[in-house]
């Protein structure tokens, strides 16, 4: 493999990249609660830690050099390519950026920042007539928000998994699972039976495999 290592060390590419991830994620949720802000933070912190070891300092190959150097020889883990670490692993060894799991993880983020899109709109429309969101993507789970966080979040861990992000990513998870239970009490206090039905209709970030669009039975209305 041809030596990369210079591919390091880059730490403008860390600000730009963070700077374009954050900015881009800003225009699709568009937060305006303390709430909001609180859980777009959050996600921030995640991608700045993810570049940060993308571009600046590869903290987890040098903490795992030597396990990885014994177990799959033959590999300069310190090239840049190598930090697509499940691709080295699983045996990929051309352009890991045509790899099976670079393309899942397009996949994954692409569908995660639809999703917030998606569900940002439907619950702006909703907010400024007064009532409860309940189309789109809150047909099908309650909280569309937070799944596409977490979409994008494990997109970019299949991508470029690192020790720190692996670490956060739980945390995170829970943090949005708590926010959306905040939500949620919130919503029954405003929306009483209305939300009651809601909730025991549509699943909280699992939907019903044959409510999703194209299933044969099609979303349900709750």
């Known amino acids: 493999m041809v030596e990369q290592s210079s591919a390091y060390g880059l730490w403008g590419l860390v600000i730009v990249n963070s700077a374009v991830f954050i900015l881009f994620a800003f225009s699709f949720f568009k937060p305006r609660t303390g709430r909001d802000w609180r859980s777009f933070g959050a996600f ?10 993308m571009y ?13 150097q014994s177990r799959f020889p033959g590999i300069d883990w310190f090239s840049h390519d190598a930090g697509h670490l ?12 045509f790899g099976p799991f670079h393309i899942v993880s397009f996949i994954l983020i692409g569908g995660g920042f639809v999703l917030i899109s998606a569900a940002w709109r439907v619950l702006y429309e909703a907010q400024q007539q007064g009532r409860l969101a309940t189309g789109g993507p ?4 309650r909280h569309p928000q937070y799944v596409g ?3 994008v979040m494990a ?5 470029w998994p690192t020790l720190l992000t692996l ?3 739980p945390v995170l998870v829970a943090m949005y699972a708590r926010l959306s239970f905040t939500e949620e009490r919130e919503a029954r206090k405003e929306f009483g039976e209305a ?3 809601y909730a025991a209709s549509v699943p909280a970030f699992f939907p019903h495999l044959n409510r999703l669009p194209g299933a044969a039975d099609g979303p349900r209305t709750p």
């Open 44 to 53: 921030s912190a995640f991608l700045v830690a993810l570049f940060a070891e």
């Open 138 to 141: 809150y047909a099908y789970v």
């Open 149 to 151: 966080f977490v979409l």
């Open 155 to 159: 997109g970019f861990l299949v991508q």
């Open 167 to 169: 670490a956060m990513f």
């Open 86 to 97: 499940l691709e080295m692993m699983f045996g990929w060894r051309l352009n890991p950026h």
């Open 56 to 68: 600046g300092f590869p903290l987890t190959i040098y903490l795992l050099s030597g396990w990885l």
């Open 195 to 197: 939300y009651h039905r």
